[in-house]
């Protein structure tokens, strides 16, 4: 007997459903991993067949990250020199900050190559073609730069090495955003008075103040989580979260997962929390068209 | 106070020149709307007077000073603009006062002149919404108050009813009017509607394809053009132009179409003969009852519009021939039926091959 229509759809909709929450599953199951790691006791970390679900939960591997607390497991690591409160701290000083710079300089930058055409198609591709150079082949002439300059293990040095890196991205996404301002609009207000700067800052910034928005959690998820250069350029005095994060794994430490694994929650949660907070603004950032005309 | 003269401006985009050559003085006070068919170049006219773009060449002048180097907003003028541009993000008070705010006017002051100007422009409810929640209409009243608010010298207005339906086009238009009346200041409107053209203007600046064609009062535009442009542009229904040739043959010249031919009046003698326009305005067509009249063309189809009615002929052109009948009387013509038409022959126009309308004697 022939299906019908209704049938049909329904079984469309289980296969539709049954797909994508085979490929969540797949997705997700690291992230699951790293949660339910972080709360096993450390016998549980490696054991075969594996725990799925810690039993009993422990807070110890957080309270050993985050509190340095002393652990009274089977295993004893002892890792006294990281100090990830401190790590977290230089992250977002440094992260925020950089990342802020990049905004604002980028969209003035932009709003030059939107309206003054300062750089051509030509060079904002050049621009952008900086970012595919592989970071590891700087860094060589890189680190000699900051040495000589006293920047190394410092975080003015990441701040700036971050802004610069970033800021390609920042011009090109705040450009797209200015793009859709109406002259007319900025014409209106210069006409009335305005300075080219109070246009911008008044005018022209707060209308994509959505756009920027999600420019700065696009910038700031990539300066957050950039270990690379940070390798480098910090040392002993400046360590970001990333770095503390693979000292987890060492020849020194060992493989302390659990406690790594705590300490990733801990990384991961502050951009959720930023993204939730902003959310409404990246709805409307990323679907652009925001100006009404 | 403001006289604006523009002198010898001309504006090139790369190889496009949109504007060539004009030359215009705008008395102080004065209604002055420059009209075209859109790429004329009267808009970017209009943004090189408000600074937006800078001459290819020429000079504008305001009170004598020349102002190609200053900047927009030391110039004194206030702009429309077509798509009212209001700032989204600021309630209509905001976007009024901004300009006082500028200017670096106190807050009590502002608020004092915000209220004279909304109240002027009947605005005062909206003051507390922002520009997303006002109807089209309404935005453009913003935006002549955010204009108005500063008490610029000069007016420019760039298309602001473009974007508005008929009904709230023919409102605006007598406020813009009412407004000028009350302020006695200069005001450049650019459109390219020639009803509003006519209806507003103190003097109309024809223009096409970047040259100025005709400047004159509603009247002189209306009754005098000087050429086939200018005749056809204005009027609704539009002159009727019928194409064909003067034939100079014995004591009167005649004008000969593919559908009739009638004789010229006296004044036409010194035309040169050859391929020409003839052109009369629907109004001057009258209907001929008692068998005389110029020409025989057969009815094509009637529009009863109530205070008149339109009839169109088949006069052998692409373009129907109109004439207006008063009231309804004609309402009931039969298609196809033939009738007799008279041309006043007071209100003739003939145009040469150039397009130039031919002198008359």
Request: net charge positive; proline share 6%.
């Amino acid at each position: 007997m022939a299906m019908t229509k209704t049938q049909r759809r329904r079984i469309a909709t289980v296969v539709r459903y049954g797909v994508l929450s085979l490929w969540a599953l797949v997705a997700f199951f690291p992230i699951y991993w790293m949660v339910s790691t972080s709360f096993k006791p450390d016998n549980q970390w490696f054991s075969w067949p594996p725990v799925y679900f810690p039993s009993p939960p422990t807070l110890a591997n957080y309270r050993n990250v985050w509190l340095g607390t002393e652990q009274y497991d089977v295993t004893q690591y002892a890792i006294s020199s990281q100090k990830p409160l401190i790590s977290m701290w230089n992250s977002t000083v440094i992260a925020t900050t950089s990342t802020f710079l990049s905004v604002l300089f980028g969209s003035i930058l932009a709003y030059g190559v939107s309206r003054y055409r300062i750089l051509s198609e030509a060079r904002m591709f050049q621009l952008l073609m900086l970012r595919m150079i592989p970071p590891i082949v700087v860094v060589a002439p890189l680190s000699l730069y900051y040495s000589a300059l006293g920047l190394l293990d410092s975080r003015t040095g990441l701040i700036l090495i971050y802004f610069l890196t970033t800021l390609p991205y920042a011009v090109w996404m705040t450009k797209s955003f200015i793009d859709e301002v109406p002259r007319e609009i900025e014409q209106a207000a210069e006409i009335l008075g305005a300075s080219r700067w109070r246009t911008v800052f008044e005018i022209v910034l707060p209308l994509i103040r959505s756009g920027l928005v999600a420019t700065f959690l696009f910038i700031l998820i990539l300066t957050w989580s950039e270990y690379l250069l940070a390798l480098i350029i910090t040392k002993t005095q400046v360590t970001t979260l990333p770095i503390e994060l693979s000292k987890y794994q060492g020849t020194t430490e060992g493989r302390v997962y659990g406690r790594q694994a705590a300490l990733a929650v801990g990384i991961t949660v502050p951009l959720m929390i930023v993204g939730l907070i902003i959310r409404k603004h990246l709805a409307r950032g990323f679907s652009f068209g925001m100006v009404r005309r | 106070m403001a006289r604006i003269e523009l002198m010898g401006l001309s504006k090139s985009f790369g190889a496009l020149a949109a504007v060539k050559n004009v030359n215009l003085a705008i008395e102080d006070g004065e209604f002055v709307v420059l009209v075209g068919p859109s790429g004329c170049g009267k808009t970017t006219t209009l943004r090189m007077v408000a600074g937006f773009e800078d001459p290819t060449a020429g000079e504008i002048r305001i009170d004598g000073c020349v102002v190609n180097d200053v900047e927009p907003r030391d110039r004194g003028l206030g702009m429309v603009f077509q798509t009212h541009a209001l700032f989204p993000h600021k309630t209509v008070r905001q976007n009024i006062e901004f300009g006082l705010r500028m200017k670096g006017m106190p807050a009590d002051a502002r608020a004092k002149r915000v209220r004279e100007v909304t109240e002027m422009v009947r605005i005062a409810h909206l003051l507390d919404k922002m520009p997303h929640q006002c109807s089209g209409g309404e935005s453009q009243r913003v935006a002549l108050a955010r204009t108005l608010v500063t008490n610029p010298s000069t007016f420019l207005l760039d298309e602001p009813l473009s974007s508005l339906d008929a009904k709230l086009r023919r409102e605006l238009r007598a406020e813009c009017d009412r407004l000028h009346e009350a302020l006695k200041r200069t005001f450049i409107y650019v459109t390219h509607d020639q009803e509003e053209a006519m209806t507003l203007a103190d003097r109309i600046v024809v223009m096409r394809s970047g040259e100025v064609v005709q400047i004159g009062s509603p009247m002189q535009i209306y009754s005098d053009p000087v050429n086939y442009f200018v005749a056809d542009f204005f009027g609704s229904p539009s002159m009727n132009l019928i194409g064909g040739e003067i034939v100079q043959a014995g004591a009167a010249p005649r004008f000969r179409a593919a559908g009739f031919a009638i004789g010229l009046p006296a004044r036409f003698k010194a035309a040169p003969a050859g391929a020409a326009t003839l052109g009369i305005r629907p109004e001057h067509v009258g209907l001929a009852r008692d068998g005389g009249g110029d020409v025989e063309l057969p009815v094509r189809l009637v529009e009863p519009l109530g205070r008149d009615t339109l009839l169109y002929f088949d006069a052998g052109t692409e373009r129907p021939f109109v004439a207006v009948s008063e009231g309804l009387d004609m309402a009931g013509v039969k298609v196809g039926a033939p009738l007799r038409l008279n041309f006043d022959p007071r209100r003739l126009y003939v145009f040469g091959a150039d397009g130039n309308r031919i002198n008359e004697a």
